[in-house]
T-cell receptor, first 115, second 111 residues
Framework: SAVISQKPSRDICQRGTSLTIQCQVD?????MFWYRQQPGQSLTLIAT?????????ESGFVIDKFPISRPNLTFSTLTVSNMSPEDSSIYLC????????????FGSGTRLTVV | QKEVEQNSGPLSVPEGAIASLNCTYS??????FFWYRQYSGKSPELIMF????GDKEDGRFTAQLNKASQYVSLLIRDSQPSDSATYLC???????????FGQGTRLTINP
């Protein structure tokens, strides 16, 4: 299955600032997915990132708050903008496997604390 | 109705017993489902996926899919303390490739 390198692994940020999270995949993938996991909760899909087009956001998430870049088929970034304590969560990127490696793989996650 | 719904638990099972985790889904057109295990502080890892009606077995794990009743289950036989984790059921959203997750069930295996 694909190997995803995600960074930073954790950060503590001041409210009002922004943090950019990076995901690098060891193979080319068409779509990358960004999730949020709030404390004690399950995963919520933020957006789907396709190379060469605008990301598609799920209900409740907007581009101004969570801008996403997808410059090539192995890399994507998610920015959490103008942060507030409510943004304190784990953010995860994910890709879909192919063929024998079917199934979605996750990066190791970014644990964000906003103070 | 939530797209994917799980028994929120928590579920406690003695070591060596069978743990049964259940999930229901609302989209009758959904084709495939995934079970993930998540240890505390770690990212989810895929245990199994299933897309055909019936059972799929992999070692101590059996996934069951019943499309008529719109439920998915995961059985863990001979439960071990190392199976203690949160288990997440996931299915496709609107037939697309993106996954939506259930709330998760926290499972504890008691020695």
């Amino acid at each position: 299955s694909a190997v995803i390198s995600q960074k930073p692994s954790r950060d503590i940020c001041q409210r009002g600032t922004s943090l950019t999270i990076q995901c690098q995949v060891d193979s080319q993938v068409t779509m990358m997915f960004w999730y949020r996991q709030q404390p004690g909760q399950s995963l919520t899909l933020i957006a789907t990132a396709n190379q060469g087009s605008e990301a598609t956001y799920e209900s409740g998430f907007v581009i101004d708050k969570f801008p996403i870049s997808r410059p090539n088929l192995t890399f994507s970034t998610l920015t959490v903008s103008n942060m507030s304590p409510e943004d304190s969560s784990i953010y995860l990127c994910s890709v879909e496997g192919q063929g024998r490696d079917y199934g979605y793989t996750f990066g190791s996650g970014t644990r964000l604390t906003v103070v | 109705q939530k797209e994917v719904e799980q028994n929120s638990g928590p579920l406690s099972v003695p070591e060596g017993a069978i743990a049964s985790l259940n999930c229901t889904y609302s989209d009758r057109g959904s084709q495939s489902f995934f079970w993930y295990r998540q240890y505390s502080g770690k990212s989810p890892e895929l245990i199994m996926f299933i897309y055909s009606n019936g059972d799929k077995e992999d070692g101590r794990f059996t996934a069951q899919l019943n499309k008529a009743s719109q439920y998915v289950s995961l059985l863990i036989r001979d439960s071990q303390p190392s199976d203690s984790a949160t288990y997440l059921c996931a299915g496709p959203r609107g037939g697309a490739q993106k996954l939506v997750f259930g709330q998760g069930t926290r499972l504890t295996i008691n020695p």
